[in-house]
């Protein structure tokens, strides 16, 4: 039968197969366990391998203009490889090191009992003249071994702390959520800002060697068939954070003042400087936090760990007049000529309250652009009971309020838009009053807005409408200097029409160029900047002063918020800061020639 | 209909099953000894183990009992049934980083072993009853679409080591129904491409014996010159994919393609699984006595590394003696294929054995450090419930092949 035949040719062909595999597998366990069973055997009787972690350098942050803002250090530790018979050495170590053994002895017992066979870190981050004397007594320690770590160093203290964020080691919550991942006790991770949000790109990833070590835990060399992995250091990050106006808008907050000051490019969304005031030095946590500092920074009532530029939510005050009146425009409440029905004098009773301006003697009557550039409430009041709740939350929900601005960095707020709903919720159906809308149109009561929300807000309006979603990072290479990632640009239209734009831009400027604007403290000579005053309601203490800006008013390169908390009208404090910022950047810039500008050279 | 229709005891191959109980027995003694280790944790999953061989055991005598004609029938709806469990599976929570599990009735088990089985008698349909020795490779397109389909999907959990379990099967099973050798080759060589162009020279030596192969079997020009232009564009796209992927995408691929290499040094594991296997030395260490399983230095020492953890006890004596059973018991059903009169069946049993040898040659490849580390369990020996009951399934359906053997 020709198919059994071809069925037992085939049947042949496969025993073959399947005894040569068997053969090969056979020919290799002889092999091991035969001809080099000795060899294998003395490895196995000594555990005489061992694995030594390399770690990656953290990956680099810098500053637009290429300077180092982040780097990273080798810093030494004491590492201890023997598994058994360590008693001695490490007692010998504690007491050559000044370190009661006991402790040290419990941490290893601790680290030993996550890794059972891996080298644990004893002591860390030792002192020059700490490793020059466990080089001198190296042989009294064997099993013991020095090993570089990278640890985060802030070259200039506390600058731009907010947004760098810090690194500190893993608390045992975070190890046993991130080990899978590849992290181990004592590694560095991110906890705040870009340190939080690239940590995976900026931590790299470890490399390995293998070493032999003899009975007593001596390292006698690399194990020269196993292959060291090199460790892949984290990329390099570039901000879009111009050094100088970084360390002008810090240096602004004197004298403990309190606050927040955000400089974003409106053509493009990259964020200038970010600041918030008070601010702390990031070594703190990269070198193993104390409890003392740790609590006196936990416990300070300035709480100086809190970025207040994206997490922190204040009225908008007048600064949000810009937007009643835009919901006023768009609507064909008004126009700009419009006069409205009762002038200021000083105040306006709606039902049986009294809603006071600011100015008690009354501005008169009034058309939109003189309302805002002497920030008339009188005016607004009238234009928040035209426009009721839903008019006003309606826009600030289009423009994007009350939601994140979406930056690149964690924890950053939505704030608040009341709507409708909201107040029926809060206070119950009915039940609050005419006077809300009122309130809401000058930007009082709940309405909740964060200072980078505000700049990135006007920079769109002297953009013409179009918003660019603010960004940080400006681009990311590899350690060899490889472009990996460029910006990508995001933008969306506000939904404010261009008419209403033009009129709300030229009232702006007329706030600061005009006589009797609020905001002439940030007038430059020779540039038209365009801004508004606020200042915001506070039930817990003095008010808030704002000033929000850009600049020049027709093609704006830069846009400002500055918020100084506690500090009364943002006329007389907050104003004169942006205008500093704003004059230093133009004139870096070459658009404005300042022969009485010093400006820092970037270092 | 008579449920028993065989023409005598004496077709039922004995030794067959004698090697795998033997075989079975030494895993329950390997997975109790590899999880007596200082790491506390698993001392109690041999128990589960022996739970899973009773259960293997009833899957293997109802293997044999039902006749085979009836997988024939329902080939089809079970392949249907296990692609729509590849692909929910995939849709499913994570489990350990990977989509391999579904949930049934608080068991975990992988849909990849019976889409394994499945696909064995869906090929086997389809191809049966033709003449592949004069498919050419149009011919051969539609039983190869029938296995890339679990091939995909089982290699996106991702599970690369189980994937190719089905480049496996069809390979020995079109070579079983005649397909010609020098096609099957044909067939492989833009694989080859792919990992020749890694080194230039070789590549180009392997274009040249392309090349020669079609003056050699007298290639006719129109399938000559698709082969070759195939295996030129992979072979020159290759490397401009590869160099234009930054190292960090390089690295994830190769963790996606394979889960179980370490990034922090893949050499680890395989140096101690060395060790273990070496230092067993000629006569073992002895039961239990294993000293680098004894400190856990093995990684997955009852799961994907228990030959390490046998062969460091049982020494090259042992390791001899396992290898002869795995030997027979593929021997045996060779012999079963060869006898089958019913193309079907033989076409089956074929597939079987092909996923079993398979998983021998390169688990213990992997662990003897001449493959790589793909996560491929040993079978019989490996810890894990469901490969132990599709194992035994799978020996029950060699044996009733062989009970029929003489049925057309």
Same mark, same amino acid.
């Given at each position: 039968m020709a198919q059994d035949y071809k069925n037992s040719s085939r049947a042949a062909a496969a025993l073959i197969f399947w005894i040569a595999a068997l053969s090969v597998l056979l020919i290799r366990t002889a092999q091991l366990q035969i001809v080099e069973g000795a060899k294998y055997k003395n490895y196995a009787r000594q555990n005489r391998v061992r694995k030594v972690a390399i770690p990656a350098a953290r990956g680099l942050i810098f500053s /637009?203009?290429?300077?180092?803002?982040a780097e990273s250090k080798p810093a030494f530790n004491l590492v201890l490889? =023997?598994?058994?018979?360590w008693g001695p050495a490490v007692i010998t170590a504690a007491r050559i090191l000044g370190l009661d053994s006991n402790s040290v002895k419990q941490e290893i017992t601790f680290q030993r009992r996550a890794y059972p066979k891996d080298p644990v870190s004893?002591?860390?981050?030792?002192a020059p003249e700490q490793v020059a004397v466990i080089e001198e007594h190296a042989d009294k320690l064997p099993g013991l071994r020095l090993a570089t770590e990278s640890r985060r160093k =802030?070259?200039?203290?506390?600058?731009a702390s907010h947004l760098i964020g810090y690194t500190s080691e893993l608390n045992s919550r975070e190890y046993e959520r991130l080990k899978d991942q590849g992290y181990r006790l004592g590694d560095f991770l991110g906890k705040g800002g870009l340190e939080k949000q690239y940590e995976n790109l900026l931590r790299g990833s470890d490399g390995c060697e293998f070493v032999e070590v003899d009975a007593k835990g001596r390292e006698q060399g690399n194990i020269p068939d196993l292959e060291r992995l090199e460790p892949v250091p984290g990329v390099n990050l570039y901000l879009t954070i111009d050094w100088r106006l970084q360390q002008l808008a810090e240096s602004?907050?004197?004298?403990?003042m309190q606050g927040s000051a955000v400089a974003v490019d409106p053509r493009t969304g990259q964020i200038l400087a970010l600041v918030s005031s008070p601010n702390f030095n990031p070594d703190l946590f990269s070198t193993g936090i104390s409890p003392e500092n740790w609590s006196r920074l936990a416990s300070d009532?300035?709480?100086?760990? &809190?970025? /207040?530029?994206?997490r922190s939510v204040y009225p908008p005050g007048s600064t949000f007049k810009v937007f009643t009146a835009a919901a006023a425009l768009d609507s064909g409440l008004?126009?700009?000529?419009k006069l409205l029905p009762k002038a200021c004098r000083g105040s306006l009773r709606i039902g049986n309250r009294v809603f006071k301006c600011w100015k008690a003697g009354g501005h008169g009557s009034l058309n939109l652009h003189e309302a805002i550039v002497q920030s008339c409430d009188v005016y607004f009041y009238q234009l928040g009971q035209m426009l009721g709740v839903q008019g006003i939350s309606d826009l600030c929900l289009k423009v994007g309020l009350?939601?994140?601005?979406?930056?690149?960095?964690?924890?950053?707020v939505p704030g608040l838009v009341p709507t409708i709903s909201w107040y029926e919720k809060r206070?119950?159906?009915?039940? &609050?009053?005419?006077?809300v809308p009122a309130n809401l149109s000058i930007g009082q009561g709940e309405l909740l807005v964060t200072p980078l929300q505000l700049a990135v807000m006007y920079g769109a309006i002297g953009n013409g409408g179009m918003l660019f979603q603010p960004h940080l990072v400006l681009k990311i290479e590899d350690?060899?200097?490889?472009?990996l990632e460029k910006e990508k640009l995001k933008s969306h239209q506000l939904g404010i029409s261009p008419n209403a734009i033009a009129i709300i831009k030229e009232a702006l400027a007329g706030v600061v160029?005009?006589?009797?604007?609020?905001?002439?403290?940030a007038r430059i000579y020779g540039i038209e900047v365009a801004g508004k005053t606020g200042t915001a309601q506070n039930p817990h203490g003095d008010d808030h002063s704002w000033f929000v800006a850009f600049a020049p008013?027709?093609?704006?390169v830069i846009s400002v918020a500055v918020l100084v908390e506690n500090a009364g009208h943002g006329s007389a404090v907050a104003a004169p800061l942006a205008g500093k910022l704003i004059r230093q950047y133009l004139a870096q810039q070459g658009i404005t020639k300042d022969d009485n500008l010093k400006v820092t050279a970037v270092p | 209909m008579k449920l028993f229709e065989f023409?005598?005891?004496?077709?039922?191959?004995m030794q067959l099953l004698a090697s795998v109980l033997i075989l079975v027995c030494i895993g329950i003694l390997a997975v109790y000894s590899a999880t007596?280790?200082?790491?506390?944790?698993?001392?109690?999953i041999w128990r589960k183990q022996l739970v899973s061989l009773a259960i293997g055991l009833a899957a293997l005598v109802a293997a044999v009992v039902v006749p085979y004609r009836y997988l024939e029938a329902f080939a089809w709806p079970i392949y249907g049934i296990s692609m729509v469990l590849l692909a929910a599976v995939l849709l499913g929570p994570k489990h350990m980083n990977t989509h391999r599990w579904i949930r049934l009735g608080g068991q975990m088990f992988q849909p990849s072993e019976i889409a394994k089985m499945a696909t064995i008698f869906a090929l086997a349909k389809l191809i049966y009853?033709?003449?592949?020795?004069?498919?050419?490779f149009l011919g051969i397109l539609l039983p190869l679409a029938i296995v890339v389909v679990p091939l995909g999907l089982v290699l996106i959990e991702p599970d690369l080591g189980t994937s190719l379990s089905f480049g496996a099967l069809f390979i020995a099973m079109i070579f079983w129904q005649g397909y010609p050798v020098k096609n099957i080759l044909y067939l492989l060589s833009p694989v080859l491409s792919m990992v020749a162009v890694f080194s230039m020279p070789s590549w180009i030596g392997f274009m040249i014996l392309l090349l020669l192969s079609f003056w050699f079997f007298r290639m006719k020009f129109k399938y000559a010159s698709w082969i070759f232009v195939l295996n030129t564009v992979i072979g020159s796209i290759t490397p401009f994919l590869w160099q234009g992927l930054k190292d960090y995408q390089r690295m994830r691929i190769m963790i996606f393609l394979?889960?179980?290499?370490?990034?922090?040094?893949?050499?680890w594991h395989v140096l101690q699984s060395k060790i273990a296997v070496g230092s067993?030395?000629?006569?073992?260490?002895?039961?239990?006595?294993?000293t680098q399983k004894k400190l856990s230095f093995l990684p997955e020492q009852h799961t994907d590394f228990i030959f390490a953890t046998f062969s460091e006890e049982f020494g090259f004596i042992g390791c001899l003696l396992l290898l002869l059973l795995f030997f027979w018991m593929v021997y045996r059903g060779i012999v079963i294929a060869r006898q089958a009169r019913n193309r079907f069946a033989g076409l089956a049993a074929v597939g079987i054995l092909s996923i079993l040898g398979y998983h021998v040659i390169l688990n213990i490849g992997m662990a003897l450090g001449?493959?790589?580390?793909?996560g491929i369990p040993l079978p019989f020996?490996?810890?894990?419930g469901s490969a132990l009951i599709i194992n035994l399934m799978m020996i029950g359906l060699l044996l009733n092949i062989g009970l029929r053997r003489y049925e057309y």
């Open positions: /637009r203009d290429s300077v180092i803002i490889v =023997a598994v058994r018979d004893i002591v860390r981050n030792l =802030a070259p200039f203290g506390s600058y602004l907050f004197v004298d403990g009532p300035s709480f100086p760990l &809190w970025d /207040r530029a994206i008004i126009d700009e000529k009350g939601s994140e601005t979406g930056i690149d960095l964690p924890q950053e206070l119950g159906r009915g039940s &609050w009053g005419g006077g350690y060899k200097g490889e472009l160029n005009q006589p009797g604007g609020t905001g002439g403290s008013k027709d093609d704006p | 023409h005598s005891n004496r077709d039922f191959d007596q280790t200082d790491q506390p944790g698993f001392e109690g009853r033709k003449d592949l020795g004069q498919a050419g394979n889960p179980g290499i370490d990034p922090r040094g893949a050499g067993g030395g000629f006569w073992g260490q002895g039961f239990l006595e294993g001449v493959l790589p580390v793909t020996l490996s810890y894990g």
